[in-house]
């Protein structure tokens, strides 16, 4: 499957975002998927995931209350509401699928996940 993550922009500081991830094939709704973030100098880190059902999600503690992840598995669809931008959230934003969905409690590590999209930036300004 072909992921593509839309929807970044320059914002200021207490601003929202969605982000969007369209997932191109068939198999979308089997798996997990998560959101990580990458920024300037920094390692790839987690942001959010959600399971295949939507039923369960999971958040990185720097975003829990501001971050929403959700789907839609009907339109192949996973968005990323956030809220109460600031600038440590300026970052390349990815969608990722979660290889193996019996890990969605651990989530953390990259390398559980394929199918890396193109990320999206987000710019957050002061």
């Known amino acids: 499957v072909q992921l593509q993550a839309s929807g970044g922009g320059l914002v200021q500081a207490g601003g929202s975002l969605r982000l969007s991830c369209a997932a191109y094939g068939r198999t979308f709704g089997n798996y997990a998927m998560a959101w990580f973030r990458q920024a300037p100098g920094k390692e790839r880190e987690f942001v959010a995931l959600?399971?295949?059902?939507?039923?369960?999600?999971k958040y990185d503690d720097s975003v829990k209350g501001r971050f929403t992840i959700s789907r839609d598995n009907a339109k192949n669809m996973v968005y990323l509401q956030i809220n109460s931008l600031n600038t440590e959230d300026t970052a390349i934003y990815y969608c990722a699928r979660l290889r193996d969905e019996r890990y969605w409690r651990q989530p953390g590590r990259a390398s559980l996940y394929e199918n890396w999209g193109r990320g999206t930036q987000v710019t957050v300004s002061s």
């Open positions: 959600i399971t295949s059902s939507g039923g369960n999600t």
